[in-house]
């Protein structure tokens, strides 16, 4: 499975998912390619996608990739039906074996 943030949104295999940016206190985003799993973040308290090399992808401000369903004036507003949608497509693609990948651009 491929995921893509361009332009300040979300894509799963081209195909739009949910607004995502930049968290944590960044303003950006790095490019690049990313492989992702689904993993216990300790510091959150719950499970969420590892983009590794990246950071954590979750529905808070806290999270390095906020997901959300509208945006706000800075940046999207974190939603945790965006991040239920994700981990559910990421435990298909785990179950199934798939490597999943993301791609900042």
């Known amino acids: 499975m491929r995921l893509k943030i361009a332009d300040h949104s979300l894509y799963v295999d081209n195909v739009f998912l949910c607004y995502a940016g930049a968290g944590n206190g960044r303003s950006d985003l790095q490019p690049g390619h990313y492989p ?3 993993q216990y973040a300790h510091v959150h308290g719950k499970t969420l996608a590892d983009a590794v090399g990246l950071g954590w992808i979750g529905a808070a401000r806290e999270c390095d990739i906020v997901l959300g369903g509208v945006r706000g004036r800075s940046g999207p507003v974190p ?3 965006a991040l239920g949608r994700l981990l559910a497509l990421l435990e298909v693609a785990e179950d199934r074996g798939e490597p999943v990948t993301l791609d900042v651009v």
């Open 36 to 38: 992702v799993s689904t």
């Open 79 to 81: 939603s945790p039906t």
